[in-house]
């Protein structure tokens, strides 16, 4: 069966500092990778997608940048964090013309 | 994205009765339309999807209603449990070549009391 594990489940970090959230998906090839920011009492915003290895498109400008090193691994970065970065992250994975399926999230917040 | 919204933010439901959780979307291009359940500090869970071409489909407890002509879709859960108790999100699915964009609304909160 197929697994999504995402790390740290919370993070706290300063202003200005970097960031590395980091995805990765168990028992399945080339799968669709997301990354989603949830802000408080919110919906989920795309932020970032991948079809393949190196291949990322970004939904929206940002302060964000993702990557994909790996088939089955997807990294969510930041350079210098703002406050406004401080959200619920989660990571999801389909196949092709499937649902997504999320992992259990990142709680960042930025002080 | 695409705009995806719900008419209720809170819905409060006493145990054993029927739920129904209701969804407006802007854009007619999506190929289905899938309800998650998002229970407090949880990735979402995939509930039960409907394709663009159906209006009604039913799972475990749980239906689907989509009326195209006024774009909405509702979630209707039968018996409302305590463990149903989450916040739910309609995402409209767009299936491009061999991959899917998900855009979600904003979630309408399930209270259920004992």
């Known amino acids: 069966s197929q697994t999504i594990h995402q790390w740290p489940a919370t993070l706290v970090q300063p202003v200005g500092s970097p960031l590395s959230l980091e995805c990765t998906v168990e028992?399945?090839?080339?799968?669709?990778l997301y990354w989603y920011r949830q802000a408080a009492g919110r919906g989920l915003q795309l932020l970032f997608y991948?079809?393949?290895?190196?291949?990322i498109s970004s939904e929206v400008p940002q302060n964000l940048s993702a990557s994909r090193p790996q088939d089955r691994q997807f990294i969510l970065s930041s350079k210098k964090l703002l406050l406004s970065d401080s959200g619920f992250y989660l990571c999801?994975?389909?196949?092709?013309?499937?649902?997504?399926?999320f992992g259990q999230g990142t709680r960042l917040t930025v002080v | 994205g695409e705009s995806v919204g719900l008419h209720l933010p809170t819905l409060s439901v006493q145990e054993g009765d029927n739920s129904i959780i209701n969804c407006a979307y802007s854009?007619?291009?999506?190929?289905?339309f899938i309800w998650y359940k998002q229970e407090s500090g949880k990735g979402p869970q995939f509930i039960i999807d409907?394709?663009?071409?159906?209006d009604k489909r039913q799972g475990q407890r749980v239906t689907v209603l989509l009326n195209k002509t006024v774009k909405h879709l509702s979630l209707q859960i039968a018996a409302t449990q305590p463990g149903d108790s989450a916040v739910y999100f309609c995402?409209?699915?767009?299936?491009?070549?061999?991959?899917?964009?998900?855009?979600f609304g904003s979630g309408t909160k399930l209270n259920v009391k004992p």
């Open positions: 028992g399945t090839s080339n799968p669709n």
């Open positions: 409907i394709r663009s071409n159906m």
């Open positions: 854009n007619s291009a999506s190929d289905y």
């Open positions: 995402a409209e699915d767009y299936r491009l070549y061999n991959f899917n964009k998900f855009y």
């Open positions: 991948s079809v393949g290895i190196g291949q």
């Open positions: 999801a994975w389909s196949r092709a013309n499937t649902e997504a399926f």
